[in-house]
């Protein structure tokens, strides 16, 4: 099995309050979930009105998916996301017996 993850950092600009970055949040962490069937949370900065960070992770049984998968993820969100992406990275895990 092969773990894929993406570590998304956003600066969000006009923020004042954290219920508009919940707002731009859950937005996000929906179409990133319907188009592509991966999971997806925040994961820090989670009082920080300013910041979001998403975590997103999919698995497949070959690496190629995995990186695809992720790629794709990473493209969509450039597109669509109103926020400055601001750090990404990716690691992939394998079971390798």
């Keep these: 099995m092969i773990i894929g993850?993406?570590?998304?950092?956003?600066r969000l600009h006009?923020?004042?309050?954290?219920?508009?970055?919940?707002?731009?949040a859950?937005?996000?962490?929906?179409?990133?979930?319907?188009?592509?069937n991966v999971s997806v949370a925040?994961?820090?900065a989670m009082d920080v009105h300013d910041t979001?960070?998403?975590?997103?992770?999919?698995?497949?049984?070959?690496?190629?998916?995995?990186?695809?998968?992720?790629a794709k993820?990473?493209?969509m969100v450039e597109a669509i996301s109103p926020a400055e992406l601001t750090k990404c990275s990716t690691e992939i895990f394998s079971d390798t017996d």
Excluded at 52 to 70: D, F, H, K, M, Q
């Design 42 to 44: 925040e994961t820090e």
């Design 5 to 10: 993850v993406l570590h998304l950092e956003f």
């Design 26 to 36: 859950q937005s996000l962490k929906q179409k990133i979930r319907n188009k592509f």
């Design 73 to 75: 993820t990473l493209a």
């Design 14 to 24: 006009g923020n004042r309050s954290l219920k508009d970055k919940r707002k731009v």
């Design 52 to 70: 979001l960070v998403l975590g997103i992770v999919t698995t497949a049984n070959e690496t190629t998916r995995v990186e695809s998968r992720l």
